[in-house]
């Protein structure tokens, strides 16, 4: 009997310690604790910082969002709105007297509110069919601007008979005659315009100033006497064919003539006035019809309508533009080696980056991302983010270090031990190109024994991954895996020639940058060459599917939200006026070989490695079909293959936090069939 005890007891603890163990490093259901700082506002005199506090609920699987106030010294942390309803855009009046936000409280539909700063009042101000954004209040703070959809009737042919009485009929059919129909994220378009409002700040009746079957844009600039609005809107009257070609229209707000400021083929937006009214900034770029353009900084002379480029030199594109509290002084983000910076930038284009933690509000991949504000003395408020948390708030003023205010994750993450992040760069096989990437060790590595590699693989393919806080890198880094992850040929914040090279060749050579990344990281000596995984989402997903038909050194691979076929994808999707316009020559009629040759269907031949495929069934950026046909041909040739539907999921898969658990869980589950390690065998029981 008392060995029988012995035993028990020994069980006992080793599951007390196992237990701990798994406590003290990342989790799945970790991601219902975690919470981002996201929008933050600094007030005009610089003192205080609104910001949107996310958080996920457990019990509705829904991010909550609401608006929580900080002093710029650190002091006075509390919220301003919260509850189990969410609030979101908080922007203060140009007097720092009252906060305007957007909530769907009171069981109501998105509407637009303020609250009195000094006694705490709020105020519903609209009744609005449809959500408003952009909020821009007037310069004398007695009105709001913002933006709405505009509903129209719809198309119609033929006119139905009369239904007798009581009769039931099926729902009438839709007829469609827009090019752009259907979005992601919001299925089938509803027909009619986005246009802009103004609405008293006190309450009242809301009031259209644009019209026309187009739409227009924020954000919004108030000219400094209130008597107009600039938006960026294309006007033209095939602008459903060259949606980017916006231009800057200014508003009358009593007569609603529009008056063009900007005339190119490109897009332009982001107005903003100077503090002395005297200049407009803008972003922008000439479009060369190329995959990728560097966004541009633009000042145009009010007086005079003469514009000159600020960032000639600079060779990164610009993500956002604010006055410095001056008008010889901007300031501006932009991304640099997978950093987000925020600099400050004179009339002459000379550029100063003082700060270059920038952190993303999205956590669930280590994407560039980020936003700051700007007081009317230069002082200014970020999201300021970690490689071990998610972004907390940051607040600053010239000339003097920027100091974080906040520390949301330190109650989860702060006993945890996390997966670590280094650089690393290396040579790729094909080009004179050095490629830079991250590694995430698990957090008992021990450099002396070998691990599983997974490389995961960055969408867009426009895009950055940087050293960035990621909730799946970590889960797999927990999971026993070092990971690789990486800004191959074609990424961002290297330069307008990095990222134009695939310009009519994706997936190129990219896929060589990323081989000669795992040969790198496996020349250190801790990798079990036997072992190497792959996964990646939509253009991570392409080059995903395009690695396992060209190599078979993967023991296995997971193709997230992939293209598999251009052809389909560019008749499809959401973005058919991209694909054939921007990434491809020519139309899929005019060059089908061409089409043909860059998909990841043409290699389906060459296929051995077992795959699984993940994409959500509302999924309109990289369509479920693409998905299908890749599994079927799989399936087909017998190679051990798994399609994974993420049910009322568009092309963020990862949206709610559950889907979030799921697809790290189900990639997890996938590899773990082929890993032959002993973590492997464990998990499996």
Do not use: C
């Not at 005890?5 to 701990?20: E, M």
């Not at 910001?51 to 457990?58: F, G, L, M, P, T």
């Not at 560039?368 to 907390?392: E, H, L």
């Not at 698990?442 to 960035?468: M, N, S």
Request: no cysteine.
């Amino acid at each position: 009997m008392r060995t029988l005890t012995l035993v028990l007891i020994v069980l006992a603890g080793t599951a007390y310690f196992a237990k701990a163990a798994e406590a003290d490093t990342f989790r799945n259901t970790d991601v219902f604790e975690l919470e981002i700082a996201g929008d933050p506002q600094i007030s005009p005199d610089g003192s205080q910082v609104a910001y949107v506090r996310q958080s996920n609920d457990i019990m509705t699987d829904r991010t909550r969002s609401n608006i929580w106030i900080i002093d710029t010294d650190g002091r006075g942390h509390r919220p301003l709105m919260s509850g189990t309803d969410s609030f979101s855009s908080p922007r203060w009046s140009p007097a720092g007297d009252r906060l305007a936000f957007i909530t769907s409280a009171e069981g109501r539909g998105p509407e637009l509110y303020v609250r009195w700063m000094d006694t705490g009042q709020v105020a519903l101000l609209s009744n609005l069919p449809t959500s408003p954004n952009d909020i821009s209040w007037s310069p004398d703070g007695s009105q709001l601007a913002f933006t709405a959809h505009v509903k129209a009737d719809g198309p119609t042919l033929a006119t139905p008979p009369e239904k007798p009485e009581g009769a039931e009929w099926a729902p009438p059919v839709i007829v469609i005659d827009k090019l752009n129909y259907r979005a992601d994220g919001r299925g089938y378009l509803e027909p009619g315009n986005t246009h802009v409002f103004v609405i008293p700040a006190e309450g009242g009746t809301p009031r259209q100033v644009t019209s026309g079957e187009f739409d227009h844009d924020g954000p919004l600039a108030w000219s400094p006497d209130g008597r107009s609005i600039i938006m960026s809107s294309n006007r033209e009257d095939d602008w459903e064919f060259n949606r980017r070609n916006t231009e800057l229209w200014s508003v009358d707000i009593e007569s609603g003539e529009m008056t063009q400021l900007t005339d190119r083929f490109g897009p332009d937006g982001s107005a903003t006035y100077s503090p002395d009214g005297s200049k407009i900034a803008y972003l922008g770029y000439d479009d060369k019809k190329m995959g990728y353009h560097n966004v541009n900084v633009y000042v145009m002379n009010v007086s005079d309508g003469s514009t000159k480029e600020l960032t000639t030199d600079l060779d990164r594109s610009v993500a956002d533009v604010a006055w410095a509290g001056s008008p010889s002084r901007l300031y501006i983000l932009y991304d640099d080696h997978g950093k987000r910076h925020l600099a400050s930038l004179a009339m002459n284009g000379r550029v100063e980056s003082f700060a270059d933690d920038i952190g993303s509000a999205s956590v669930s991949r280590p994407y560039t991302s980020g936003g700051f504000s700007v007081s009317d003395n230069g002082a200014y408020a970020y999201s300021a983010g970690a490689p071990d948390r998610p972004a907390d708030v940051a607040a600053g003023r010239r000339n003097s270090e920027p100091s974080i205010l906040t520390s949301l994750n330190d109650d989860l993450l702060g006993h945890k031990t996390l997966g670590k992040v280094e650089e690393i760069t290396w040579q790729s096989s094909v080009g004179d190109h050095e490629v830079q990437g991250w590694i995430v060790t698990p957090p008992d590595f021990d450099a002396t024994k070998k691990y599983p590699l997974i490389l995961e693989i960055h969408g867009g393919p426009f895009t950055a991954y940087g050293p960035h806080f990621s909730v799946e890198n970590q889960l797999y880094a927990a999971a026993g895996y070092v990971v690789l992850y990486t800004n191959p040929r074609g990424s961002t914040s290297y330069g307008y020639d990095f990222a134009n090279e695939i310009h009519h060749n994706y997936p190129g050579q990219d896929y060589d940058d990323l081989m000669s990344g795992v040969d790198a990281i496996i020349a250190r000596g801790y990798i079990d060459e036997d072992q190497l995984f792959v996964t990646g989402g939509s253009g991570g997903g392409v080059l995903s599917a395009w690695i396992v038909g060209k190599t078979d050194r993967f023991a296995a691979a997971v193709v997230a939200k992939p293209v598999i076929n251009w052809t389909s994808e560019a008749l499809y999707s959401d973005i058919s006026t991209t694909v054939p316009g921007y990434w491809f020559e020519k139309f899929p009629w005019e060059d089908p070989q061409e089409y043909w040759r860059r998909s990841p269907l043409s290699l389906v031949g060459n296929v051995s490695t077992p795959t699984m495929l993940m994409t959500g069934e509302s999924d309109h950026r990289t369509p479920i079909p693409e998905s299908e046909q890749y599994y079927q041909a799989l399936k087909l040739r017998k190679i051990d293959s798994a399609l994974v539907r993420v049910p009322e999921s568009s092309h963020g898969i990862a949206t709610r936090p559950s889907n979030q658990i799921a697809k790290v869980d189900n990639i997890l589950a996938w590899f773990a069939k082929y890993r032959t390690d002993k973590v492997a065998s464990e998990l499996a029981r």
